[in-house]
């Protein structure tokens, strides 16, 4: 069975910093594209960073130069490096994978025009509240 386990979020100062970790089992990560997606209240969920199989990384424009994503392939983990928090980054986070042959594409496509339902596997998601 696949499964993705976020942890990391809690609360933190504007400015700080935060990691995200995404915990996989029932598959490995190297031929899957993952994703970063965020969710505020009352706001449509969006994507914030993906990593395609093939090494490409695609990053929204709101958190480039500031959130990274890296990988752990022996704890099967992928983690998403949060720098220079805003208030606005407040958002239940979440990671995602898809196996699909266009998940580049998908990558492409949930960072840069916000179509983020092409991913099959979902976690269950950890809150990051950024205070001012």
């Known amino acids: 069975e696949v499964q993705l386990v976020e942890s990391g979020g809690g609360l933190v100062q504007a400015g700080g910093s935060l990691r995200l970790s995404c915990a996989a089992s029932?598959?490995?990560?190297?031929?899957?594209?993952i994703g970063w997606f965020r969710q505020a209240p009352g706001k449509e969920r969006e994507g914030v960073l993906c990593?395609?199989?093939?090494?490409?990384?695609y990053y929204s424009d709101s958190v480039k130069g500031r959130f990274t994503i890296s990988s752990d392939n022996a704890k099967n983990t992928v983690y998403l490096q949060m720098n220079s928090l805003k208030p606005e980054d407040t958002a239940v986070y979440y990671c995602?994978?898809?196996?699909?042959?266009?998940?580049?594409?998908?990558?492409?496509?949930?960072?840069?025009?916000?179509?983020?339902?092409?991913?099959?596997?979902w976690g269950q998601g950890t809150q990051v509240t950024v205070s001012s």
């Open positions: 029932g598959f490995t990560f190297d031929d899957y594209a």
């Open positions: 995602a994978a898809t196996k699909s042959r266009a998940g580049a594409y998908y990558c492409a496509l949930s960072t840069r025009s916000g179509d983020t339902g092409r991913f099959e596997y």
């Open positions: 990593s395609s199989s093939d090494g490409r990384t």
